[in-house]
Antibody, heavy 127, light 107 residues
Framework: EVQLMQSGAEVKNPGESLKISCKGS????????IAWVRQMPGKGLEWMGI????????TYSPSFERQVTISVDKSISIAYLQWSRLRASDTAIYYC????????????????????WGQGTTVTVSS | DIQLTQSPSFLSASVGDRVTISCRAS??????LAWYQQKSGKVPDLLIY???TLQSGVPSRFSGSGSGTEFTLTINSLQPEDFATYYC?????????FGQGTKVEIK
């Protein structure tokens, strides 16, 4: 089955670190971009950043750069999202999603959309 | 960043209605636009990509149109399972921003 399986819910104190994961299976993980999306309670979707597992090429939204780190271990088909110091405002559901894309050049892609989503990881940061 | 503005933010409709949701981009994005449906407490689902291409498995009552800065999602003959929040997303440039969402509720 083609799926993205995310790690379980986390409850953390402010200032703690955290790394959540997203494991792909049933498809060629290294050849599809993976994005991370935040959804704060009762709010909309926010694009955080994107990584290409094949070469770890990563781009962050300016809103999240320096707040989180996106990484990947392609040998085990897992993408990660991590924080070094959590804040209460990081409380949210975090989704990973696979991007449907067409390669249009040596290093250029035409992105179509997020066609496969993980089930979401709920992160609660509270003292 | 490219801003996407959806209108309306909220709409109330009846089963069988034709519903139209608009998404306006702050700058031209060609046809690099996707639409998603998110039901309450569920994961978003891709409905439309490249502005007008229906994702596999999505009912044909959903359609998308537009290019440049103006886009539309249309749902013909709204069904009970279509009551949800809909988001547009531009994939032309980083960051690949989302619209604020349109909640479709039962009248």
């Amino acid at each position: 089955e083609v799926q993205l399986m995310q790690s379980g819910a986390e409850v953390k104190n402010p200032g703690e670190s955290l790394k959540i994961s997203c494991k792909g299976s049933g498809y060629s993980f290294n050849t599809y971009w993976i994005a991370w999306v935040r959804q704060m309670p009762g709010k909309g979707l926010e694009w955080m950043g994107i990584i290409f597992p094949g070469d770890s090429d990563t781009t962050y939204s300016p809103s999240f750069e320096r707040q989180v780190t996106i990484s990947v271990d392609k040998s085990i088909s897992i993408a990660y999202l991590q924080w070094s110091r959590l804040r209460a405002s990081d409380t949210a559901i975090y989704y990973c999603a696979r991007l449907k894309a067409t390669r249009v050049g040596t290093n250029a892609y035409y992105f179509h959309g997020m066609d496969l989503w993980g089930q979401g990881t709920t992160v609660t940061v509270s003292s | 960043d490219i801003q996407l503005t959806q209108s309306p933010s909220f709409l109330s409709a009846s089963v069988g209605d034709r519903v139209t949701i608009s998404c306006r981009a702050s700058q031209g994005i060609s046809s690099s636009l996707a639409w998603y449906q998110q039901k309450s407490g569920k994961v978003p689902d891709l409905l439309i990509y490249a502005a007008s291409t229906l994702q596999s498995g999505v009912p044909s009552r959903f359609s998308g149109s537009g290019s440049g800065t103006e886009f539309t999602l249309t749902i013909n003959s709204l069904q009970p399972e279509d009551f949800a929040t809909y988001y547009c997303q531009q994939l032309k440039t980083y960051p690949q921003t989302f619209g604020q969402g349109t909640k479709v509720e039962i009248k």
